[in-house]
């Protein structure tokens, strides 16, 4: 592996574990809750974070370059929620742009089993193609759209297993419940986990988080489970703690709790 990709990678998953904060939700729902100011929505949780993953247009819009943390930069785009199909995307972001912005490394999403599954993979064979020369990193995001009971290992295992195939450097990709080590084991680069649809407490997402990294997942992207909660720093903390200090879900908690309450940990 190059210096530069070795380098970003090392920036973005310190110690082979890696905390990313997503905002880039407005590309396809527009206004979200939490992130109508997005600079001040990630400047508490910046502590606690690797990285952001962000679409060019909030970057230059809303975050600070001088402080800011290392950016995976969004590059696939061209639908809404309003729109027929969400799996329709087509890479947004030249090479050019993604050098100059000096992201640390860039995202896309794959649609495999959709009606544009060629398209979408063919995308990240394009953006891999384009990114190797300069030594950037691409994460596959495994979407699946509406259709979240495609949330199941073996559809799960295919899509990451297709994208690392393609030249992904990381996948990301959604938790499930029954099998999710046959998910990470049949992936040949590391995997991180998405958040999904938000969740009704904080625990769950401690336990769901805390079952994943045991099972083998480098790490996560978590953004709504985070920024809308209400103790984003406390949710951001506890989390942090189980990727990268490998702490159990009622040590997590306990961190939680005495965060909200602004109480030493």
């Known amino acids: 592996m190059d210096w530069g990709m070795k380098n970003r990678l090392s920036r973005l998953m310190p110690n082979g574990k890696c905390f990313f904060m997503p905002i880039d939700h407005g590309y396809f729902?527009?206004?979200t809750r939490g992130l109508e100011k997005p600079g001040e929505t990630i400047k508490p949780l910046l502590p606690y974070v690797d990285a952001i993953?962000?679409?060019?247009?909030?970057?230059?819009?809303?975050?600070?370059?001088?402080s800011s943390k290392p950016i995976v930069l969004r590059?696939?785009?061209?639908?809404s929620m309003v729109g027929k199909d969400l799996a329709n995307e087509e890479l947004t972001t030249s090479i050019e742009?993604?050098?100059?912005?000096?992201?640390?490394?860039?995202?896309?999403?794959?649609?495999?089993?959709?009606?544009?599954?060629k398209?979408?993979?063919?995308?990240?064979?394009?953006?891999?193609?384009a990114c190797e020369g300069y030594g950037i990193p691409v994460m596959?995001?495994?979407?699946?759209?509406?259709?979240?009971?495609?949330?199941?290992?073996?559809?799960?295992?295919?899509?990451?297993r297709i994208a690392a195939e393609l030249g992904a450097k990381v996948v990301k990709t959604y938790w499930c419940e029954e099998h999710f080590d046959k998910v990470v084991n049949s992936c040949p680069v590391p995997?991180?986990?998405?958040?999904?649809?938000?969740?009704?407490?904080?625990?769950?997402?401690?336990?769901?988080?805390?079952?994943?990294?045991?099972?083998?997942?480098?790490?996560?992207?978590?953004?709504?489970?985070?920024?809308?909660?209400?103790?984003p720093v406390a949710m951001a903390k506890a989390l942090r703690a189980i990727v990268h200090d490998n702490l159990s879900v009622k040590q997590a908690h306990e961190i939680f709790k005495k965060t909200k309450e602004n109480k030493p940990t």
């Not at 247009?57 to 370059?65: F, M, T, W």
């Not at 590059?75 to 639908?79: A, E, Q």
């Open 191 to 231: 995997v991180i986990m998405a958040g999904g649809p938000k969740c009704e407490t904080e625990l769950e997402v401690l336990e769901f988080v805390h079952d994943g990294i045991k099972k083998g997942a480098v790490g996560i992207n978590l953004g709504r489970n985070v920024w809308q909660s209400p103790h």
């Open 29 to 31: 729902q527009g206004p």
């Open 119 to 129: 398209e979408t993979l063919k995308n990240l064979a394009t953006l891999v193609n």
């Open 53 to 66: 993953f962000c679409t060019r247009g909030v970057l230059r819009s809303a975050i600070d370059p001088i």
């Open 97 to 117: 742009e993604i050098i100059r912005l000096n992201a640390a490394a860039v995202g896309l999403s794959v649609f495999i089993g959709s009606d544009y599954e």
């Open 75 to 79: 590059v696939s785009g061209c639908t």
């Open 140 to 160: 596959a995001i495994t979407a699946v759209g509406r259709e979240m009971d495609k949330r199941e290992a073996r559809y799960l295992a295919l899509s990451c």
